[in-house]
């Protein structure tokens, strides 16, 4: 018998407009004075690798039921919503999963998407992330179509290592190659990222930065998150950024360096000698939910304004009922101005929100990172 683990509590609801049209102005802001400036995009539910952290093989067995093809939104939808999400003020869309380069014909997708423009008139930030384990063959089609950038997940440069974090037998290196077609291609400046487990793969942090120390890449260390509820979070197993930062600074010593633009997750390090940088995203124990600009769309459709979030706002049903340009606007307004999720900034105190306390927050596999 199949079954399903229900990623998020059932609380998701369609919009419902409670005031007057809001054509969009891109100037949107939330009751934190927050703006809306970044769109991330889960285009499947669907992911190769059984990563621990992530989709742990325990919950997402061979009788784990995904989602039905129906349920996803076509790439018409996709490039409707993402329309409308840059007429508001979004300059920057990445493309998550699950694993997007699973879904089938994405470049058609990137080709729609590349040819949007904010309202100012400069081209998107159009991004993926990836577990790299298709971006050798891809690389090239997915530059041709219109995408910027890539970022790409690797955990540890030792293979056997890797291939336990992974669950689905994959080697390091072909991750690597992945890696190499991208920058061969332009997709730079390459992304790395390395989510840390204390005790799991921190023996692995000074040979990754070694590694792409001078490569090109920017190497970025991830604080094991609480994400979902599927992963067996533990604080035990957080290894403060301030931690890595220090391990390596021991052999390679670095300066800091300044943030790209004040809605940027990492802080950045640059190599003394000039090689490089590396960036640590201190999720767990240095919240940046003041800054957070980010709104999140899931593979069917529902709307997150937080990636610890217990529920959604269900677009799909509003594309699917007929509702106009105008309609999906207002709502999508309505919805990011009575926004005020800082759960972060909350975690472990005593004004956490419930939700956040009982553990029935969507996971990260459904919604991406």
Same mark, same amino acid.
């Given at each position: 018998?199949?079954?399903? /683990?229900?990623?998020?509590?059932?609380?998701?609801?369609?919009?419902? /407009?409670?005031?007057?049209?809001?054509?969009?102005?891109?100037?949107?802001?939330?009751?934190?004075?927050?703006?809306?400036?970044?769109?991330?995009?889960?285009?499947?539910?669907?992911?190769?690798?059984?990563?621990?952290?992530?989709?742990?093989?325990?919950?997402?067995?061979?009788?784990?039921?995904?989602?039905?093809?129906?349920?996803?939104?076509?790439?018409?939808?996709?490039?409707?919503?993402?329309?409308?999400?840059?007429?508001?003020?979004?300059? %920057?869309?990445?493309?998550?999963?699950?694993?997007?380069?699973?879904?089938?014909?994405?470049?058609?997708?990137?080709?729609?998407?590349?040819?949007?423009?904010?309202?100012?008139?400069?081209?998107?930030?159009?991004?993926?992330?990836?577990?790299?384990?298709?971006?050798?063959? %891809?690389?090239?089609?997915? %530059? +041709?179509?219109?995408?910027?950038?890539?970022?790409?997940?690797? +955990?540890?440069?030792?293979?056997?290592?890797?291939?336990?974090?992974?669950?689905?037998?994959?080697?390091?290196?072909?991750?690597?190659?992945?890696?190499?077609?991208?920058?061969?291609?332009?997709?730079?400046?390459?992304?790395?990222?390395?989510?840390?487990?204390?005790?799991?793969?921190?023996?692995?942090?000074?040979?990754?930065?070694?590694?792409?120390?001078?490569?090109?890449?920017?190497?970025?260390?991830?604080?094991?998150?609480?994400?979902? @509820?599927?992963?067996?979070?533990?604080?035990?197993?957080?290894?403060?950024?301030?931690?890595?930062?220090?391990?390596?600074?021991?052999?390679?010593?670095?300066?800091?360096?300044?943030?790209?633009?004040?809605?940027?997750?990492?802080?950045?390090?640059?190599?003394?000698?000039?090689?490089?940088?590396?960036?640590?995203?201190?999720?767990?124990?240095?919240?940046?939910?003041?800054?957070?600009?980010?709104?999140?769309?899931?593979?069917?459709?529902?709307?997150?304004?937080?990636?610890?979030?217990?529920?959604?706002? +269900?677009?799909?049903?509003?594309?699917?009922?007929?509702?106009?340009?105008?309609?999906?606007?207002?709502?999508?307004?309505?919805?990011?101005?009575?926004?005020? +999720?800082?759960?972060?900034?909350?975690?472990? @105190?005593?004004?956490?929100?419930?939700?956040?306390?009982?553990?029935?927050?969507?996971?990260?596999?459904?919604?991406?990172?």
């Amino acid at each position: 018998m199949s079954r399903r /683990i229900i990623p998020v509590a059932d609380l998701s609801a369609v919009p419902v /407009i409670s005031g007057p049209a809001q054509a969009p102005s891109g100037a949107l802001h939330d009751t934190l004075a927050r703006p809306l400036r970044d769109l991330r995009i889960s285009v499947t539910d669907r992911c190769n690798f059984r990563c621990v952290y992530c989709m742990p093989r325990a919950v997402f067995d061979k009788d784990y039921a995904f989602l039905p093809h129906s349920a996803l939104l076509s790439f018409e939808e996709i490039e409707r919503l993402a329309r409308l999400f840059v007429a508001h003020g979004v300059e %920057k869309i990445r493309l998550t999963g699950g694993e997007p380069l699973l879904r089938k014909n994405l470049e058609f997708l990137i080709e729609r998407l590349a040819r949007l423009s904010t309202p100012a008139g400069r081209p998107l930030d159009l991004t993926l992330t990836t577990n790299g384990s298709l971006l050798a063959r %891809k690389a090239q089609s997915l %530059k +041709d179509a219109g995408l910027s950038r890539v970022t790409v997940s690797l +955990d540890a440069l030792d293979d056997t290592l890797f291939r336990r974090m992974n669950d689905a037998d994959f080697a390091a290196a072909d991750v690597l190659e992945g890696i190499a077609a991208a920058q061969a291609v332009g997709l730079a400046p390459v992304k790395v990222n390395m989510v840390v487990k204390r005790g799991t793969n921190d023996s692995e942090i000074l040979p990754m930065a070694r590694h792409f120390k001078g490569s090109g890449a920017v190497l970025r260390f991830i604080e094991y998150m609480d994400v979902g @509820s599927s992963n067996g979070w533990n604080m035990t197993e957080v290894l403060p950024s301030a931690d890595v930062v220090a391990r390596i600074a021991e052999h390679f010593p670095l300066v800091p360096l300044e943030a790209h633009s004040a809605a940027e997750t990492a802080q950045r390090w640059g190599y003394a000698d000039g090689s490089g940088e590396i960036g640590v995203i201190s999720s767990v124990t240095r919240a940046f939910c003041g800054s957070c600009t980010r709104a999140r769309l899931s593979t069917e459709g529902k709307l997150y304004l937080c990636l610890f979030a217990s529920s959604g706002h +269900d677009l799909r049903a509003l594309l699917r009922a007929g509702a106009s340009d105008v309609e999906i606007a207002t709502a999508v307004a309505e919805i990011w101005q009575s926004r005020g +999720d800082r759960y972060s900034q909350l975690r472990g @105190s005593s004004a956490a929100e419930p939700h956040a306390q009982e553990g029935r927050r969507v996971e990260m596999s459904y919604i991406g990172g």
